[in-house]
């Protein structure tokens, strides 16, 4: 191809210099609008294979990140009696899976306890539970990313772990709010956006663990396609107010 572009270059260039001539019409050259259209469907044809090179080189790269993810997952939920699901807000076999985050709302991540015993996590109102779950991210341009919870503040700390029964999940609410969540996704202006996603459960060794007796270790979901849809921020995180009974009642 890129020898036929550079043959099929020089003799047109060959060809503009010769219309130069004052006496070109004399020689049947075509007009140079012409020549124009002619060089066009190759340069067209060359862009198109390029592009289709570059897609092919994306999906290869998905395909490897992918395959590389599920087998660390596979070697990190081995013999782990917990595993971490993400639950979308809505999923079908024509849409995929979606992540809905308008005013209010959220969308799940279930902790589950696989084994036949109770197990305790932290709960995630407390320093100790508060940075336990994360997520791995990767957009529609390849860029791979890590959203974790911001520094927290508390006026009152101490740790408290809570009991997943035996093959009974635990139910975290995410709603991925900027002000929260670090590299957040989501942006000030309404939108949607694809994402790759995964979720990350990790709780590691310390003293209250074992004085506790807090399961340890590091879980994660599958990476899997999301896409999300959100509206603009400043609606989507306002407090949903119950309207007051008082406004409703019938003056008789």
């Known amino acids: 191809m890129t020898t ?8 047109r260039a060959q060809q503009f210099r010769q219309l130069d001539h004052p006496n070109a019409a004399r020689f049947g050259f075509p007009p140079r609008c012409a020549l124009r259209r002619q060089l066009r469907p190759t340069l067209d044809e060359y862009s198109r ?5 570059r897609q092919l080189i994306g999906r290869f790269v998905m395909g490897v990140l992918v395959a590389i993810s599920a087998e660390v997952r596979a070697e990190e939920n081995q013999s782990s009696p917990i595993a ?8 079908d076999e024509r849409s995929g899976s979606a992540i809905e985050l308008y005013r209010g709302s959220h969308f799940h991540v279930a902790v589950w306890n696989l ?3 109770p197990i305790k996590i932290w709960k995630e109102w407390c320093s100790w539970g508060y940075y336990n779950l994360s997520f791995e991210a990767q957009d529609s341009e390849g860029r791979m990313f890590t959203i974790s919870k911001n520094e927290g503040e ?26 929260v969540w670090k590299n957040s996704p989501l942006v000030n202006e309404a939108g949607t956006k694809v994402i ?11 003293d209250e663990r074992k004085t506790w007796k807090v399961w340890t270790g590091r879980v994660s979901s599958p990476m899997a396609k999301y896409t999300f849809y959100w509206q603009q921020l400043s609606k989507a995180f ?9 406004e409703n009642r019938v003056v008789r």
């Not at 294979?49 to 090179?53: A, F, N």
């Not at 971490?84 to 999923?91: E, G, N, Q």
């Not at 306002?238 to 008082?246: A, G």
Request: aromatic share 8%.
């Open 4 to 11: 036929l572009l550079k043959n099929g270059a020089s003799g």
């Open 49 to 53: 294979l390029m592009m289709t090179h």
């Open 84 to 91: 971490v699901y993400i639950v979308p807000t809505s999923s």
């Open 115 to 117: 084994s036949n015993v």
């Open 154 to 179: 508390w006026d009152r700390n101490f740790p408290c772990p809570t009991v997943i029964g035996a093959g009974q999940p635990w139910i975290i609410d995410v709603d991925l709010n900027p002000t």
């Open 196 to 206: 790759f996603l995964k979720a990350i459960f990790e709780i590691r060794e310390d």
């Open 238 to 246: 306002q407090p949903i107010i119950p309207p007051d009974p008082r």
